[in-house]
């Protein structure tokens, strides 16, 4: 499905940019942490030491008002070859996967290592900025979407309409943060520092149309491997939310990773909702006039 690249012209006239955004493919992820190291430095992100929590070797465990980019590691048990236990299709299944570009690391002996760096999706329908009463998120020339500090109240309210569980408060100040997609490096002509400190590309920048495109292609060279549950998520215009910014190539079903399935914008059906409300509220009171003239009778 086409996302749209100009979606925003309206608002900015000439000052509208192609729609950009992430394309992150979790195929190529060595877990490095490159990513969040980057966003932090560049983007003057607080510390956030977390330690390990006991149920992988990651170390950082979510997405935070201190943490904009997550790594996170998802282990599972597989048959490490034949001689454990695997047929002889899997194990050929996992050396074509190695040959597609699956790095290694994620295919250790009898450990499969998912890992994936989450981010703000930037969605085309975002609950968060449309519930926001000040105006302190907003949609950005490149379609991105930004939180203004200084305008921010700490209402809280995009935080209970964020389907991702992304945005939350600084504890010291009370104010939400969340990725920019470092809209001062955009503007600048420059690629988000994620991306650009990512080793492997498995972050990858550009305009949407052209990431998409790209993306669609990988997910047809990984299931020829063998790969057969690649999927993109948030690539789809249809879906809940109209597609994202922030779209992902991922190697097993989004619960895995922690993401929703079918994440959703809370207030997209809102209007029609509303107006079944009225349309119901208006025949209940043409019903009721027309009983209460009928007993006049």
């Not at 925003?8 to 394309?23: I, L, T």
């Amino acid at each position: 499905m086409k996302l749209d690249a100009q979606r925003w012209s309206e608002s900015y006239g000439a000052e509208a940019k192609p729609r950009v955004g992430f394309f992150t493919d979790t195929s190529l992820c060595i877990g490095c942490k490159a990513c969040e190291v980057a966003c932090k430095e560049w983007n003057h992100v607080p510390a956030s030491p977390q330690g390990f929590s006991g149920k992988s070797y990651d170390n950082s465990v979510e997405l935070g008002p201190d943490r904009w980019r997550h790594v996170a590691f998802v282990e599972q048990r597989i048959p490490a070859g034949v001689q454990d236990g695997a047929s002889l299709v899997e194990a050929a299944q996992r050396g074509a996967a190695i040959d597609a570009g699956v790095p290694s690391e994620q295919l250790g002996d009898g450990v499969r290592w998912l890992m994936a760096s989450d981010v703000c999706k930037h969605c085309t329908h975002a609950a968060c900025l449309e519930v926001c009463p000040t105006g302190a998120l907003f949609r950005t020339e490149f379609g991105t979407v930004v939180v203004q500090e200084d305008v921010c109240n700490g209402c809280g309210y995009c935080i209970s309409a964020c389907p991702f569980g992304v945005l939350d408060r600084r504890e010291d100040d009370g104010r939400v943060w969340k990725c920019t997609l470092c809209y001062d490096r955009l503007k600048a002509d420059q690629e988000p520092a994620c991306a650009k400190a990512c080793p492997t590309d498995s972050i990858q920048f550009g305009e949407l149309e052209v990431l998409r495109a790209r993306a669609e292609q990988r997910v047809e060279t990984l299931i020829e491997r063998g790969e057969d549950k690649a999927q993109l998520y948030l690539a789809d215009e249809h879906d809940g939310v109209g597609g994202a910014g922030a779209f992902f190539l991922l190697l097993d079903e989004p619960e895995v990773y922690g993401l929703p399935p079918d994440p959703v914008d809370p207030i997209r059906d809102l209007g029609s909702i509303w107006s079944a409300t009225a349309a119901a509220a208006l025949a209940l009171g043409v019903g009721l006039l027309g009983a209460a003239l009928g007993g006049r009778r």
